[in-house]
């Protein structure tokens, strides 16, 4: 529990609210994804060496890692959460790998609409979209493509491959399946606080 | 000690479908000792399949076979092939619905007679009234386990933080009729667990504390060794002799094979959507237009309710989805008070979403920020459903494909449906008294959602006093066949405002005591 959380009205009265900021710890980061089980794909020595970003987007050994970046930063500006590392972005991105890899016509999608971004990128800002500096012109190139099926797809996959995430569920306060716990009945469903005395 | 009957045995009563209407007329006819078959399109699933997953359990119970949205309906871009959101399974849509058990009022069985002539709409009085059904509300409520309602005897179902922060809202302004009738054990009851506020109720209880048929209706009737359910079998047509009358239907199984099973009464509650497609899908010579479509009217009035949603950023943490899932209700926009600008009324129902479904349905297809910033206050979230009257239009109608057809080769349904000037009046009202409501209790936030895909359908078979306003009488027995029974929502006159699987269970009981008394007596 850090300071603000302690100050909180809730945390006073016992209401669990549950850490949303950011964890940079491994421990932490443990802790607040529940990925301690096993399928969580784990870095190469390689890949250590590298920037963190260059990293997650080499897990797409099949499109490839300059495809990875340009879908990573693309899924971050689709649904910006600053507050959420990239890696939970890259798990809605990176089943597109072994997809395309089986998939000749998404596969095609995927690389046409990357290099169409792209060159929008060089002609506007002289940079791949994954290097151009700002959110605002970053939008201003997928404003441009927004109707086209390229960012459609990604998008609508989006929608359940980012929130349908369980990993990403703390982060949001969604507490997920809770029939295995006992339901709510003695774990808060009437714990609320902050209204005014009726 | 389940039963089976052959197939040539035409002394039974063959039910289509096993929700609220079907599963319940089988529960009240075995009890009375008559014979039925029930063929349901779906699979058996348990409770064991049940998971608290609101994804997972949309692509296991969900009746996803082709449909097409059609008409001047939003769903034509947002949801063009899921018009409607309901279960493909044993037990129906009782699997996936909400639990909420509300009475219609008694001016909406009357609408005709209140609301007079309204332009572009074909309203119509039901032929029987409020105080006919009240009885068998009664009776409904008893059966079902209605928390909170003297008929059940069961204590109300206990506030959770998302009725507290609703509840809050709607007496600061000014709203007096909060309630929350919901078939849900507040204590053990009928064989089944008291609820433990584990939410996730329209994924299938995964306790059994919420009311389904699945395992109150159907498992009570096959005791009586009265009934056979058979799963998978998909009805493809119903037969008749030439006289007119039914003699059975026939189904395929889940190999796709075909089989005939005689019966001495037919009753059809495959849901609005369902029923008068398989009517329609039935045309023979005698009946070139469908059975039971003397009127012209099976498939049309197709009535959804007029619905809206909206999420509202509270100042503090909610958690709506603690706990059972409907919250508190608001009733005071019911009555009909068409000095608001429109015609009906219309509930303000407390529905929780769980991220996913939040989601998904805030804004389709909407991206960015506008989206993000609203999901990151998903713990601080209420959420409410609009349920309003849906006025019926003849041209809002389940009609069949020319062309496309589906996997048992039948012509697959179509969905056209339009708003009414009504339903749009309505909608904004019901969205800012909610607006309003929100800010009452501090809301920094209130966005305002697309209709999602209703599970309520209704009005395919409407009940009518005259065959030639609608396709059933005040039983439910088709105008034009005298074996051949309607037995779900399509039978509605009018939709009211009120969530429509307590009036299927009430309409059921009573059409059971109706069947069976006929068939003592040898009528049918």
Known sequence: ?198 | MSKTFSKDDNSVVVIIGSGAGGGTLADELTRQGVDVVILEAGKHHTQEDFENDEWAMFAKISWLDKRISAGGWHHTETYPNLPAWIVKGVGGSTMHWSGLALRFMAHEFKTRSTYGHVPGANVLDWPISYDELAPYYEIAERKMGVAGTKASGLPPMPPNNHYRVIEHGARKIGYKDIVRPVASNTRPHDGRPACQQIGYCMQGCKIGAKWSTLYSEIPRAMKTGHAELRPQSMVLRIEHDKSGKATGVLYADKDGNQHLQKARVVCVAGNSIESPRLLLNSASSLFPNGLANSSGQVGRNYMNHTTAAALTINPGPVYMYRGFDIAAVVSDEVPNNPDRGFLGGYHLEGLALHLPFAAAFMKPGGWGREVSSALEKFDHMSCVWVCGEDLAQEENSITLHPTERDQHGLPIPIVTKTDHTNDAAMRRHGLAQWRKLSEAVGATRVIDMPPYPASHNMGTNRMSEKARDGVVNKWGQTHDIKNLFVSDGSQFTSSGAANPTLTIVALAIRQAEYIAGAMKRREL
């Open chain 1, 1 to 198: 529990m850090n300071d603000d959380l302690h100050q909180s009205p809730a945390a006073q009265e016992g209401m669990r609210v549950l850490e949303k900021r950011v964890t940079v710890s491994r421990r932490a980061f443990l802790k607040g994804s529940g990925l301690t089980a096993a399928g969580v794909t784990t870095l190469s020595v390689g890949g250590l060496m590298l920037p963190a970003r260059d990293a997650l987007a080499a897990e797409l050994t099949h499109l490839g890692a300059a495809i990875g970046k340009t879908l990573l930063v693309m899924a971050r500006d689709i649904f910006p959460h600053d507050k959420i590392a990239d890696r939970y972005y890259m798990q809605a991105i990176e089943p597109y790998d072994a997809k395309a890899a089986e998939d000749p016509a998404l596969a095609k999608l995927i690389r046409d609409g990357v290099a169409q971004l792209d060159a929008m990128a060089k002609a506007s800002f002289n940079t791949p979209y994954a290097d151009v500096g700002t959110e605002t012109q970053r939008l201003s190139l997928l404003y441009a493509i927004e109707h086209g099926a390229f960012f459609q797809k990604i998008k609508g996959d989006m929608v359940t491959g980012f929130y349908n995430n369980k990993a990403v569920w703390p982060l949001f306060g969604e507490e997920g399946s809770s029939w295995e716990k006992g339901g709510y009945i003695n774990r808060g469903f009437d714990d609320i606080d902050w209204l005014p005395k009726a």
